[in-house]
């Protein structure tokens, strides 16, 4: 089984005082031997989260994206235009909604993959028909 992982869970992984930490903890323990799926433009996003913490959140968010893309239980799909261009069309597609453009782009790769729960608490995803395995309950 495959769940994609999106940006909130691996911020609250990198940060353990995260609001999210345990509850992302907790959601990924209750998924036992899945794999985790992510990309690109995700691991792009938590960098860009993380930048404004200092030396030392910077230092530790950039070894977490080498570790993640190196992991044997951790599937990176790789940016390409390709992948830019699809989330595009859907991004335009969905204009009633605040969907970001990493958003889009990880819901297609979550419907080419069929891959149907995510490491999340965007109720985006939930918006979209995916199944949130992240709360605070």
């Known amino acids: 089984m495959e769940v994609f992982a999106d940006t909130l869970y691996w911020i609250a992984i990198a940060r353990p005082n995260d609001s ?3 509850a992302a903890r907790r959601a990924k323990a209750n998924l036992g ?3 985790l799926v992510t ?3 995700v ?3 938590v960098l ?27 599937r990176v799909v790789s940016q390409s235009s390709e992948s ?13 909604k605040s969907f970001s453009m990493a958003d889009c782009v990880s ?9 149907e729960a995510v490491l999340t608490n965007d109720h985006h995803f939930t918006q979209d028909g995916f199944t949130v395995l992240i709360s605070t309950k």
């Open 43 to 45: 691991l792009s996003e």
């Open 84 to 96: 830019f261009l699809a989330g595009l069309a859907y991004y335009e597609s969905r204009l009633d």
């Open 20 to 22: 999210w930490a345990e």
């Open 107 to 115: 819901m297609q790769v979550m419907r080419s993959q069929q891959i």
């Open 39 to 41: 990309t690109e433009e």
């Open 48 to 74: 860009t989260a993380l930048a404004g913490g200092g030396p030392s959140l910077r230092r530790a968010a950039a070894a977490m994206v080498r570790a993640i893309q190196t992991s044997p239980d951790v």
């Open 33 to 35: 031997d899945a794999k």
